[in-house]
């Protein structure tokens, strides 16, 4: 990883830290495999840090265009799976 995550300073650091979290589990999403439900309760996490959708997509592509991963996909693939585990 040769990238930084995309952080708000106004964050406090326990929601640093779980923004931080939700992003490295889309990255295993991509890398291996996760649990849906995981990826669920760290997104429901971030949408109380990020309540915009409108900050949420600026977050979401900033990350992409770095990382090449998207949340976006990965939220939906979990969503709409009824497999325990997902693998992007």
């Known amino acids: 990883m040769n990238y930084e995550y995309p952080?708000?300073?106004?964050?406090?650091?326990?929601?640093i830290?779980?923004?931080v979290n939700?992003?490295?589990l889309v990255e295993k999403a991509h890398e291996k495999q996760?649990?849906?439900q995981d990826i669920l309760v760290l997104y429901n996490r971030f949408k109380q840090i990020v309540p915009s959708k409108s900050e949420e997509k600026s977050i979401f592509s900033e990350f992409?265009?770095?990382?090449?991963?998207?949340?976006?996909?990965t939220v939906r693939k979990a969503r709409e799976s009824k497999e325990e585990m997902i693998k992007m």
């Open 7 to 15: 952080i708000d300073e106004t964050w406090s650091t326990e929601e």
């Open 34 to 36: 996760v649990k849906r």
């Open 22 to 24: 939700f992003f490295s």
């Open 17 to 19: 830290i779980d923004v």
């Open 64 to 73: 992409e265009s770095v990382s090449g991963y998207s949340s976006y996909k």
